[in-house]
């Protein structure tokens, strides 16, 4: 072989079935953190990172996601037998097939090795949670495997430091002397020439040479878990299940406020004395004024919330890494099927209280076509983190700090809020199924993982990631459009003799006062009709924005004030009721709208999305303002 | 006066910033190769092409997860 060849990267795919841990292993071996989670359809395309073998050479890695057969049913599984294959234009066919199996159930993840080994690649096996395995008394002979398989097989403990060193060895380019040998065209004519499309094999000659396999290994089945079982039975009971489920959310948002208020106030009172720092001790003008009212009273107001947004995602990623999630999925699903969604709509649904961009993408692992889009149409209803600003300033504002019995009302109010962003995706995909006809329920196939516990650095990882990404976005998108609000706010300047605020004579105030005409029906002011505008960049910009709008409105002794203050001595509560309704429902992300256009590859479907989404968020404002005026 | 031209600039690096961050991923593509393209006719830039300004384009090639800031795979630390 000659020189430039051996220098050309090595392709790596990691291939198995869903939740076998190859997204943990990609972790390892490439430094990633990609999320890992104990349910399945985590992983909705390829993802590539890198490491440097010993050699010097570079490894790319292909994390793909999880399929039971190259025979493909689903968007995400026909990417994995796609890149296989050979048959993704920009990615030929790996020089290395990492298949990764479940050794606790390992019948179904060997069934799909033998799949892959047909069509001819290279191949290691990796036997993942083999720690389990032993533990659960699953007896595997692995030189015997070896031998049987063809293929060197490596047993695995992906989410622990040095549980995947056996593999690093085995993909050591010196050590695979098969895949340095070949170019990565020849190996994709290997696969046309020699491999057989593994969709043309007999079902029953593999499931034959399974038991043939399992039978020459001296397999064991895993030991039935007693305590599992009875847990199982409390959480998959449709009424008991159900009344769990509703309980542990109910918890999570009680925690959310309740545990978060040190915090935020700390936070907060951390910005008002930066804030007023700034101002006594820089001369007046605007550097004085883009500081104070620009970026520490617009990005402050929004920073506030973190600890919110840390508390709600621990508990989600504690649910995740537990195995209680598919489980809620299979309770939910036959009210799912109801209202017209699929039962695999339920993790895309679940992703989407992150962020909907997820959300949306993993809808991928929905077969029907029609089910998938009424799952992206509805996504976005979800309330997703970047809401969280909003309505933790609304509540904290007008919810008072008290407790109804056991229960903190903040956090009853927050429930309420969720719970409205999921019975009204219910209700729109209801809706929409009316108007696409009657369909064949295609019933929820979801393979439910062991519980286990979590696992702490995943956690920390996690979290980490979360904050991270909102500390960013504040710093970053935030940051910027609230400087560019702020030249907005100030110019131009009042003419000599004005009496009212400055911002009343600036751009945004015009503008704002342009806007209330149209918003002055569902009871918003000028200030919230301004802060809509850069809140279409993302929902959380929004709080941002009356930061910044009302710290330039100010005159005066309320210089420094707080946000939270401002808005609950200057806001009727229906006003504040009618933001809240109008936020369960506006599709104010263009990100979200841009990811839609992408997957169902038509501008149609975010329009609808955008116009349905902005009526209903209109009307249901307009109502909530109407009804809670003619109350109070 | 320093305190205006203080603001000026960092008015503009919002105003760049925010337009490059809010623009639709196939034109941030075509920009980043359009520069890639001028980048590449200057031998002096060949590093911050390789480091900088090649996992950008790889990144601006998706959209959600593939485009996202926490999604960036990073190499480990030491090679094994």
Same mark, same amino acid.
């Given at each position: 072989?000659?020189?430039?060849?051996?220098?050309?990267?090595?392709?790596?795919?990691?291939?198995? *079935?869903?939740?076998?841990?190859?997204?943990?292993?990609?972790?390892?071996?490439?430094?990633?953190?990609?999320?890992?989670?104990?349910?399945?359809?985590?992983?909705? $395309?390829?993802? $590539?990172?890198?490491?440097?073998?010993?050699?010097?050479?570079?490894?790319?890695?292909?994390?793909?996601?999880?399929?039971?057969?190259?025979?493909?049913?689903?968007?995400?599984?026909?990417?994995?037998?796609?890149?296989?294959?050979?048959?993704?234009?920009?990615?030929?066919?790996?020089?290395? *097939?990492?298949?990764?199996?479940?050794?606790?159930?390992?019948?179904?993840?060997?069934?799909?090795?033998?799949?892959?080994?047909?069509?001819?690649?290279?191949?290691?096996?990796?036997?993942?949670?083999?720690?389990?395995?032993?533990?659960?008394?699953?007896?595997?002979?692995? #030189?015997?495997?070896?031998?049987?398989?063809?293929?060197?097989?490596?047993?695995?403990?992906?989410?622990?430091?040095?549980?995947?060193?056996?593999?690093?060895?085995?993909?050591?380019?010196?050590?695979?002397?098969? #895949?340095?040998?070949?170019?990565?065209?020849?190996?994709?004519?290997?696969?046309?020439?020699?491999?057989?499309?593994?969709?043309?094999?007999?079902? $029953?000659?593999?499931?034959?040479?399974?038991?043939?396999?399992?039978?020459?290994?001296?397999?064991?089945?895993?030991?039935?878990?007693?305590?599992?079982?009875?847990?199982?039975?409390?959480?998959?009971?449709?009424?008991?299940?159900?009344?769990?489920?509703?309980?542990?959310?109910?918890? %999570?948002?009680?925690?959310?406020?309740?545990?978060?208020?040190?915090?935020?106030?700390?936070?907060?009172?951390?910005? !008002?004395?930066?804030?007023?720092?700034?101002?006594?001790?820089?001369?007046?003008?605007?550097?004085?004024?883009?500081?104070?009212?620009?970026?520490?009273?617009?990005?402050?107001?929004?920073?506030?919330?973190?600890?919110?947004?840390?508390?709600?995602?621990?508990?989600?990623?504690?649910?995740?890494?537990?195995?209680?999630?598919?489980?809620?999925?299979?309770?939910?699903?036959?009210?799912?099927?109801?209202?017209?969604?699929?039962?695999?709509?339920?993790?895309?649904?679940?992703?989407?209280?992150?962020?909907?961009?997820?959300?949306?993408? !993993?809808?991928?692992?929905?077969?029907?076509?029609?089910?998938?889009?009424?799952?992206?149409?509805?996504?976005?209803?979800?309330?997703?983190?970047?809401?969280?600003?909003?309505?933790?300033?609304?509540?904290?504002?007008?919810?008072?700090? $008290?407790?109804?019995?056991?229960?903190?009302?903040?956090?009853?109010?927050?429930?309420?809020?969720?719970?409205?962003?999921? *019975?009204?995706?219910?209700?729109?995909?209801?809706?929409?199924?009316?108007?696409?006809?009657?369909?064949?329920?295609?019933?929820?196939?979801?393979?439910?993982?062991?519980?286990?516990?979590?696992?702490?650095?995943?956690?920390?990882?996690?979290?980490?990631?979360?904050?991270? %990404?909102?500390?960013?976005?504040?710093?970053?998108?935030?940051?910027?459009?609230? %400087?560019?609000?702020?030249?907005?706010?100030?110019?131009?300047?009042?003419?000599?003799? #004005?009496?009212?605020?400055?911002?009343?004579?600036?751009?945004?105030?015009?503008?704002?006062?342009?806007?209330?005409?149209?918003?002055?029906?569902?009871?918003?002011?000028?200030?919230?009709?301004?802060?809509?505008?850069?809140?279409?960049?993302?929902?959380?910009?929004?709080?941002?924005?009356?930061?910044?709008?009302?710290?330039?409105?100010?005159?005066?002794?309320?210089?420094?004030?707080?946000?939270?203050?401002?808005?609950?001595?200057?806001?009727?509560?229906?006003?504040?009721?009618?933001?809240?309704?109008?936020?369960?429902?506006?599709?104010?992300?263009?990100?979200?709208?841009?990811?839609?256009?992408?997957?169902?590859?038509?501008?149609?479907?975010?329009?609808?999305?955008?116009?349905?989404?902005?009526?209903?968020?209109?009307?249901?404002?307009?109502?909530?303002?109407?009804?809670?005026?003619?109350?109070? | 006066?320093?305190?205006?031209?203080?603001?000026?600039?960092?008015?503009?690096?919002?105003?760049?910033?925010?337009?490059?961050?809010?623009?639709?991923?196939?034109?941030?593509?075509?920009?980043?190769?359009?520069?890639?393209?001028?980048?590449?006719?200057?031998?002096?830039?060949?590093?911050?092409?390789?480091?900088?300004?090649?996992?950008?384009?790889?990144?601006?090639?998706?959209?959600?997860?593939?485009?996202?800031?926490?999604?960036?795979?990073?190499?480990?630390?030491?090679?094994?």
């Amino acid at each position: 072989m000659d020189a430039a060849v051996s220098t050309l990267p090595l392709r790596l795919a990691l291939v198995g *079935v869903p939740n076998c841990g190859k997204t943990a292993l990609f972790n390892r071996l490439t430094g990633s953190r990609q999320k890992v989670a104990n349910y399945p359809g985590v992983t909705v $395309e390829r993802r $590539e990172g890198e490491r440097t073998a010993s050699d010097g050479r570079t490894l790319r890695v292909l994390d793909l996601p999880g399929t039971y057969s190259l025979k493909p049913t689903t968007l995400d599984e026909a990417i994995t037998r796609d890149v296989l294959l050979g048959r993704v234009a920009d990615a030929p066919a790996p020089d290395l *097939v990492i298949c990764v199996v479940d050794a606790v159930h390992l019948p179904i993840g060997l069934r799909l090795a033998l799949e892959v080994k047909r069509v001819g690649l290279p191949m290691v096996l990796a036997l993942n949670r083999m720690d389990v395995a032993r533990r659960r008394g699953v007896k595997i002979d692995v #030189a015997r495997l070896s031998a049987e398989l063809g293929v060197p097989v490596l047993p695995t403990v992906a989410v622990k430091r040095g549980g995947a060193d056996a593999l690093i060895e085995a993909i050591e380019p010196t050590r695979w002397p098969a #895949a340095r040998s070949v170019v990565a065209g020849q190996v994709a004519a290997q696969v046309t020439t020699n491999g057989r499309d593994p969709r043309g094999e007999d079902a $029953e000659q593999t499931q034959a040479d399974l038991r043939g396999v399992l039978s020459a290994i001296g397999y064991s089945p895993p030991v039935e878990n007693h305590w599992a079982a009875r847990v199982d039975a409390l959480l998959l009971h449709p009424l008991a299940g159900i009344l769990v489920l509703g309980v542990v959310m109910f918890l %999570i948002f009680q925690a959310v406020f309740s545990w978060a208020a040190p915090l935020m106030d700390g936070i907060d009172s951390g910005m !008002a004395a930066l804030g007023g720092w700034v101002k006594a001790h820089m001369s007046e003008g605007p550097m004085a004024s883009l500081l104070a009212d620009g970026v520490i009273a617009g990005a402050g107001a929004v920073l506030v919330f973190l600890p919110q947004i840390v508390i709600l995602f621990f508990f989600i990623l504690v649910l995740e890494d537990s195995g209680y999630l598919p489980r809620a999925a299979y309770l939910l699903d036959r009210l799912m099927g109801w209202v017209g969604l699929s039962g695999r709509a339920f993790i895309p649904l679940l992703s989407s209280h992150a962020c909907a961009i997820p959300g949306v993408m !993993a809808t991928r692992t929905i077969p029907s076509w029609r089910d998938r889009l009424t799952t992206i149409m509805v996504a976005p209803l979800m309330t997703c983190s970047a809401r969280l600003p909003v309505y933790g300033l609304l509540i904290a504002a007008f919810i008072p700090r $008290e407790a109804i019995g056991p229960f903190n009302l903040q956090g009853l109010v927050l429930f309420a809020l969720y719970a409205a962003g999921i *019975v009204s995706s219910f209700a729109v995909a209801f809706v929409m199924k009316q108007f696409a006809g009657t369909r064949r329920y295609s019933p929820l196939m979801l393979e439910l993982p062991d519980f286990q516990w979590p696992n702490l650095p995943n956690l920390l990882l996690g979290l980490w990631e979360r904050v991270r %990404i909102f500390v960013s976005r504040v710093g970053g998108i935030i940051l910027a459009l609230m %400087i560019l609000l702020w030249v907005l706010a100030a110019y131009p300047e009042p003419p000599p003799g #004005a009496t009212g605020p400055a911002i009343q004579y600036s751009f945004a105030g015009k503008l704002g006062a342009l806007l209330q005409q149209l918003f002055e029906p569902i009871g918003f002011n000028w200030q919230i009709s301004i802060a809509l505008v850069p809140g279409l960049a993302a929902r959380e910009v929004a709080v941002g924005a009356l930061g910044t709008v009302y710290a330039m409105s100010a005159t005066g002794d309320d210089l420094t004030a707080q946000l939270e203050p401002v808005i609950a001595s200057g806001w009727s509560l229906a006003t504040a009721c009618s933001l809240l309704a109008w936020y369960v429902f506006a599709p104010q992300c263009l990100s979200t709208l841009a990811v839609v256009k992408r997957e169902t590859n038509s501008w149609r479907y975010p329009i609808i999305m955008a116009g349905y989404l902005f009526a209903l968020a209109y009307l249901a404002a307009f109502v909530t303002y109407r009804a809670v005026a003619a109350w109070s | 006066m320093l305190q205006q031209a203080l603001v000026a600039v960092f008015v503009l690096a919002a105003a760049v910033f925010t337009s490059w961050k809010l623009m639709p991923a196939r034109w941030r593509l075509r920009s980043l190769l359009g520069i890639d393209a001028w980048a590449a006719k200057h031998p002096q830039l060949g590093g911050w092409r390789e480091r900088a300004l090649k996992p950008r384009i790889a990144r601006a090639g998706g959209i959600g997860c593939d485009g996202c800031a926490a999604n960036t795979p990073r190499p480990p630390r030491s090679p094994r």
